[in-house]
């Protein structure tokens, strides 16, 4: 081999190695991962939103018409929730009561977002984009993201609520499950909450599971795989979850 010809083919594979190093860093270059989340810009917050572990992003198929918001009965305009939904980057806007001539028809699909809501990461996340928008101050955030949870929360939301809105928490309560594969265990939620957005609109339905039993924790440590079921109208939601994944700069994170 002549000395160009050894100098070229060397070059390449100095090449070829830098480019693979710089995709798996690249790889592995989450946010949640390599960020203080004082550092976390809304590009970083999107990314947590939608393509990390503690977000699943699926479809069902919609059998239904929207419900027109002046036809919900006013018990149905939802009375509480335990807290104001911080406004999302990357979460389903709500259509609930559209108007326009194309909403009367169903759609073939509708997008559903579903979170693992009492992860640190995503309530920092969803505390930490009201901040960057003067919503909240930083000492707020702090308080909001390490605020103990007692239960587990899933959380979905979808541009069109009005499968919730038609059914109350306690239907879902009786049609939803967080099923654990190595033990087999399946947990029924202890309660439902609907939550609704600053102007009255309903955008998340939180279910609520227990964190232990009188066997001990509901998710053990090696746990690989959890999945979440509900029935929403004709359609069965599931989505899977998996522990191991769910780690931050702390540790597992649930």
Same mark, same amino acid.
């Given at each position: 081999?002549?000395?160009?010809?050894?100098?070229?083919?060397?070059?390449a594979g100095l090449l070829l190695l830098a480019f693979l190093c710089a995709t798996f860093v690249s790889a592995d270059n989450k946010p949640w991962k390599t960020k203080a989340y004082q550092q976390w810009n809304?590009?970083?917050?999107?990314t947590i939103m939608t393509e990390?572990?503690?977000v699943k992003l699926t479809t069902i198929r919609r059998t239904w018409l929207p419900v027109p918001k002046t036809e919900i009965p006013p018990q149905q305009q939802i009375?509480?929730?335990?807290?104001?939904?911080?406004?999302?980057?990357?979460?389903?806007?709500?259509?609930?009561?559209?108007?326009?001539?194309?909403?009367?028809?169903?759609?073939?699909?509708?997008?559903?977002s579903v979170y693992w809501d009492s992860s640190r990461v995503i309530r920092t996340a969803s505390a930490r984009q009201r901040s960057l928008h003067g919503e909240m101050t930083d000492s707020q955030v702090e308080e909001y993201a390490i605020a103990p949870q007692e239960e587990y929360q899933i959380a979905v939301s979808m541009a069109d609520m009005t499968p919730f809105i038609?059914?109350?928490?306690?239907?879902?309560?009786a049609n939803s499950s967080l099923?654990?594969?190595?033990?087999?265990? $399946?947990?029924?939620? +202890?309660?439902?909450v609907y939550l609704k957005d600053s102007g009255g609109n309903l955008? &998340? !339905?939180v279910f609520f599971f227990p964190k232990k039993t009188s066997s001990g924790p509901t998710i053990v440590s090696d746990e690989t795989?959890?999945?979440?079921?509900? $029935?929403?109208?004709? +359609?069965?939601?599931?989505?899977?979850?998996?522990?191991?994944?769910?780690?931050? &700069? !702390?540790?597992?994170d649930l």
């Open positions: 081999m002549t000395p160009t010809l050894r100098n070229s083919t060397r070059s809304d590009k970083d917050i999107q990390s572990p503690w009375s509480g929730g335990i807290r104001e939904l911080p406004s999302v980057v990357g979460a389903p806007a709500s259509n609930t009561g559209a108007s326009s001539r194309e909403s009367e028809q169903p759609a073939q699909e509708l997008n559903v038609k059914n109350d928490e306690s239907f879902f309560q099923e654990i594969r190595r033990t087999k265990l $399946k947990l029924l939620p +202890s309660h439902v955008k &998340q !339905a795989d959890v999945e979440f079921r509900c $029935k929403i109208a004709d +359609s069965n939601l599931r989505v899977g979850f998996k522990p191991q994944e769910m780690t931050d &700069q !702390a540790g597992t």
